[in-house]
């Protein structure tokens, strides 16, 4: 017995996607193309509207450098490919030109770039919306390669359809759909009776192999032309004879992708007389099978290729007329780590280990180490700062006039091709399977909890992975592990920093009572330093003046010269008395400068203390113990699990203990 609950819900998910039949004349389509002349746009204008339907989104102002002023972010790629703006923002360019016909857009479109930098998933994204975008589409029924239905209006009357249906009509009929006009619609006084030609809408469908094709090349000796232009069918030969349409299959890849888009995979490694086909169909929008008159075809030409082929294929001077045949769009490798997290993230939550606690900071790392070596090594900046700039972090130095100096840094990565080379996000991914699928097998007794991977997991497995890194040369390889556990300015020592950060923060926390009674002390004194009064000495009883050595051990951490203190006091002062009017809260972390002095100066009283109760995890001293659990807790607050917080309590504490 049928669900009937199931057929419900897929009749309403019928319903919702609406009707995928009509069927008429072509007159009657034509009148639809009057009333609406986007159904008989043609393919790029096609992909770009599909693309620009989603909407755009602003990306940060310091990315817009020379030639992307316009950069946006395409939502349509949203949640599946991560940064790559510019190379995006190419292609939208390209597909611009190409839909209106211009020199630039009658080009083949070449992705370059390594492996994994996403030209795939562009390539897969583009082909997926198509088959899913509710545009509706058109065709001569019948027609083996789908053809766009106004391509059946006689040559000389097309000014006059063109003008009358607001569209301009391109292409000649195939000899598939002339050949039945001329035999079945054509009328004994040989009146063309075109406009009664049978017309249907279609699906885009790279199953069906209607409007998406993809290409790939394998040995270019044996590799025959015909997979892209197709071939005499042999059993209708001795039927219908030479030349005769009937007996010819119009299968190849480039007609079973007329409409769409056909990617073409691995450009650079087919042969070249492959690549003369798609320029002229680029150029011209027509292929030539053997014996027939040329076809035109409208689809994308979508290719890719990888750095080593390029390169191979520049230098070779016999390719020289093919060059400005290409549109070349570069597609680095991320070079922002909130992007390349996004990456990890989403690999993770596709895999098994989607129950692995990842502690804060494990893939952090893992981006940072990608990206470091993936930059461009400037005169201008060190590599730690080039990667945090990129990654919006704030730098001193570059509080003022900040998105010119980004610009121009990155001008310069671009010029000198900046994350065309270096640690892929597989080699990355790969560490992170090993890391994690390493701590599978810890029995936790969870079953939702399968153990956790910190940072120095994360590290371990990358240095770990270059045993299995082939390729590369040893000096990359070298200069990798620097990057990666150097003393200073790698990955490891970044990350140390951020970890006593962390646990300090914890423990501020912990101690917030100590911060809240430096904090009254401090406001006491300033508040008669402002109104120019004495202090009420609780202990001796009497009146004194502001004590200045509790007031400039705060101020120096911040720091404020002694030739400012009285500006600083007084904004303070007017700070507090706004809040208190406001009836917001007045407490120690509510003034950000004051908060920031207060937690050094606690983080240097307490450095022993603080060392002390991460350490003495046996301690019977009830205050230690609470404090600490505070701590963890403060910890398991920001993310991280029972487990990756006492660790990175430990691993702090071994880090203070030997600075002491
Ligand atoms: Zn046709
Ligand atoms: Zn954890």
């Excluded at 299995?468 to 200069?479: A, N, P, S, Y």
Aim: hydrophobic residues 35%.
């Amino acid at each position: 017995m049928m669900n009937q609950d199931f057929v419900n819900i897929i009749e309403t998910q019928q319903e919702e996607k609406g009707p995928s039949k009509w069927a008429g004349t072509l007159v009657e389509y034509m009148e639809m193309v009057q009333k609406e002349p986007k159904i008989a746009m043609l393919s790029p204008q096609r992909i770009y509207e599909m693309i620009m339907k989603e909407g755009v989104a602003p990306v940060a102002d310091n990315r817009k450098t020379k030639g992307y002023e316009d950069l946006v972010r395409y939502k349509f790629f949203d949640g599946k490919i991560f940064g790559t703006y510019e190379a995006i923002h190419d292609i939208m360019k390209f597909l611009k030109a190409s839909a209106r016909r211009t020199e630039t857009g009658k080009r083949i479109l070449m992705m370059m770039g390594p492996v994994s930098s996403g030209k795939s998933t562009i390539a897969a994204l583009i082909k997926r919306g198509l088959e899913l975008y509710e545009q509706p589409i058109y065709r001569i029924q019948g027609c083996p390669i789908q053809e766009d239905p106004l391509h059946a209006i006689p040559l000389r009357n097309r000014d006059e359809w063109n003008e009358k249906l607001g569209v301009r009509i391109e292409g000649n009929l195939c000899p598939v759909c002339q050949l039945r006009l001329d035999e079945n619609h054509t009328d004994e006084n040989g009146l063309v009776r075109w406009h009664e030609l049978p017309v249907e809408m279609f699906e885009l469908s790279e199953q069906r192999r209607q409007g998406i094709g993809t290409f790939t090349p394998s040995d270019p000796k044996s590799q025959d032309i015909t997979e892209l232009i197709g071939k005499v069918n042999m059993s209708k030969l001795h039927m219908y004879g030479e030349s005769d349409p009937r007996a010819y299959q119009f299968d190849g890849e480039l007609q079973v992708s007329n409409r769409g888009i056909i990617e073409y995979i691995e450009i650079l490694k087919a042969d070249i007389k492959f690549h003369h086909v798609l320029i002229t169909l680029a150029q011209e929008q027509v292929i030539k099978a053997p014996g027939f008159p040329q076809m035109s075809l409208d689809e994308l030409i979508l290719s890719h290729t990888n750095q080593t082929e390029f390169d191979k294929f520049k230098s070779d001077p016999a390719n020289e007329a093919l060059h400005d045949r290409m549109y070349y769009v570069k597609v680095p490798w991320n070079d922002t780590i909130k992007d390349e997290i996004e990456i990890y993230k989403k690999l993770i939550a596709e895999s098994e280990f989607r129950n692995i606690h990842i502690a804060p900071g494990a893939l952090e790392v893992a981006a940072q180490f990608a990206i470091l070596t993936r930059l461009f090594p400037s005169k201008k900046i060190n590599l730690i700062k080039k990667m945090k700039l990129y990654n919006d972090e704030y730098l001193e130095e570059f509080s003022k006039g900040k998105d010119k100096d980004i610009k121009i840094i990155r001008e310069e990565g671009r010029t000198n091709n900046e994350c065309m080379s270096g640690i892929s996000p597989r080699f990355i991914t790969n560490a992170i399977n090993i890391a994690l699928g390493q701590k599978e097998n810890v029995e936790t007794g969870d079953e939702k909890y399968k153990g956790c991977i910190t940072a120095l997991d994360m590290i371990r497995a990358l240095r770990d992975n270059f045993e299995h890194h082939i390729g590369g040369q040893e000096k990359d390889l070298v200069m990798y592990k620097q990057l990666l556990t150097a003393k200073e300015e790698s990955v490891a020592s970044e990350y140390k920093e951020f970890a006593k950060k962390e646990v300090s923060k914890a423990f501020i926390h912990a101690f917030d009572d100590q911060a809240e009674e430096l904090f009254l002390r401090y406001n006491v004194n300033n508040k008669a330093y402002c109104m120019d009064e004495t202090v009420f000495d609780e202990l001796s009883g009497e009146y004194r003046e502001p004590d200045e050595k509790i007031m400039r051990a705060i101020e120096e951490l911040i720091p404020v010269p002694n030739e400012a203190k009285r500006e600083f006091r007084k904004g303070v002062f007017v700070y507090k008395a706004d809040c208190l009017e406001q009836k917001k809260e007045w407490k120690w972390d509510t003034y950000n400068a004051l908060k920031g002095a207060i937690e050094k100066k606690l983080m240097n009283d307490l450095k022993n203390v603080v060392t002390l109760s991460i350490a003495n995890t046996t301690t019977t001293a009830p205050k230690v113990k609470a404090r600490r659990n505070k701590a963890l807790k403060t910890l398991m607050k920001k993310g991280y699990c029972e487990h990756c917080a006492k660790a990175q309590l430990g691993f702090v504490g071994e880090i203070l203990r030997r600075e002491n």
